[in-house]
Nanobody
Framework: QVQVVESGGGLVQAGGSLELSCVAS??????MAWFRQAAGKEREFVAG????????NYAGSVKGRFTISRDNGKNAVSLQMNRLEHEDTTVYYC??????????????????WGKGTLVTVSS
């Protein structure tokens, strides 16, 4: 079983920045993405990046504020979050697509998930 581990969550003031990191075990490089989910809400796509870093996708709510990048040597991805808003507060999850196909923006297309890291943005 592939293990996906996120880190970097915390408390930040509105307008501030935070960087999340995600590392997946195993060999090779695969499409990876970030999602977030608030209590009582469906899991929401945030940002994704293809196996070679050639394709990046962002949700409209974070486009221009968040940047996803990857380090293929470590099979790791980062999410740089700038100009954070109170509405960004929730648990963020990292996911990896190894066997399934489909759009990286769809949770159902992801094969392995991390346990999440909490981001709290004060008003």
């Amino acid at each position: 079983q592939v293990q996906v581990v996120e880190s970097g969550g915390g408390l930040v003031q509105a307008g501030g920045s935070l960087e999340l990191s995600c590392v997946a075990s195993g060999y090779g490089t695969y499409t990876m993405a970030w999602f977030r989910q608030a209590a009582g809400k469906e899991r929401e796509f945030v940002a994704g990046i293809s196996w070679d870093g050639g394709t990046e996708n962002y949700a409209g709510s974070v486009k221009g504020r968040f940047t996803i990048s990857r380090d293929n040597g470590k099979n790791a991805v980062s999410l740089q979050m700038n100009r954070l808003e109170h509405e960004d507060t929730t648990v963020y999850y990292c996911a990896e697509q190894v066997y399934n196909g489909g759009a990286m923006s769809e949770p159902r297309s992801m094969d392995y998930w991390g346990k999440g890291t909490l981001v709290t943005v004060s008003s």
